[in-house]
């Protein structure tokens, strides 16, 4: 039987190493920031165990080697998708997996179109008390990139409430005080209930004793029992 589009693509990325590919509807984004394009294939990949068993202590070289990985796996994903897409009439283009210099506002800390929003849209997961996307399969253990498509791609059904609970595991494990206990829902705003300011500096303040230049930390990745769960 011949796979429809949807499916084609979801087992192109997968066998690529893509841990999760959704597909997201993005009608309530406006259009100027979708670039005029209505939906998207959202692509998380998976930290490696050893990676996150280290990470409760904070951020690691490891880490370091492990972001780098996934940066690369993902962008290498997501110029395939465009170029697979672009073969069949279609058009797309990738956001960047790690900001550009002009596709990021510095002082408020906040890209255009996150990477989360088009995840939560995919139905990839939600948003967890930490600000991180939480997914079943790999907790918030992810990084993640998009590419926005004209393509008839079938929508996955949107997340859209936390299903975080009563936990406060990520609450506990901050060493920055970045994480106020709050719900996400999909109408609340950042900072609302995360300190993405006091996030940062926590993550320099652990990279620069280590030498990593990078805003590192993950200390919530290793809390959160989602994450655990695949150990
Ligand atoms: C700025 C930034 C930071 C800042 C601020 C963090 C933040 N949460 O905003 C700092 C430097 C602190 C930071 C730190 C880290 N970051 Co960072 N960061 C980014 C970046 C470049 C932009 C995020 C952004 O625009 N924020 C603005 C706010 C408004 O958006 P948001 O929190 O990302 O997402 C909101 C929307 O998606 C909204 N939303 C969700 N669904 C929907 C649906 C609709 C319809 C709407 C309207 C909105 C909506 O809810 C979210 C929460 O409010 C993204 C890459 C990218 N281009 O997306 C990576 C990214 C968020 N970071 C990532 C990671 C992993 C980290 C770190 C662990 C360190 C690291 N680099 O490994 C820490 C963890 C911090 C934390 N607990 O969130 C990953 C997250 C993966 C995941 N599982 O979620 C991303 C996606 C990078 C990637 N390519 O994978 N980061
Ligand atoms: S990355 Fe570190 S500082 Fe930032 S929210 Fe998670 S635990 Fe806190
Ligand atoms: S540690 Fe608990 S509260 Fe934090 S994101 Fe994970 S499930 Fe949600």
Redesign the pocket.
Known sequence: MRLDLGEELRERLRAGEAGLVGFADLSPVPAEVRLGLPRAVSVAAALRAETIAGLAEGPHLEFLADYERLNALLTELALDAVAWLGERGYQATALATVVQPGQFDVPTLTSPLPHKTAATRAGLGWI???A?L?TEQY??AVRLTTVLTDAPLPGGAPIEESR?GE?????EACPGEAVSGKLWNAGRAREDFFDAYACRKSCREQCEPQGISETLCGR?IA????TRGRR
């Not at 936990?167 to 609450?171: D, P, Q």
Request: charged share 5%; proline share 11%; net charge positive.
């Open positions: 967890g008390k930490c991180l939480i907790g918030p975080c936990c406060v595991a990520c609450l919530c809390a959160c029992p989602w």
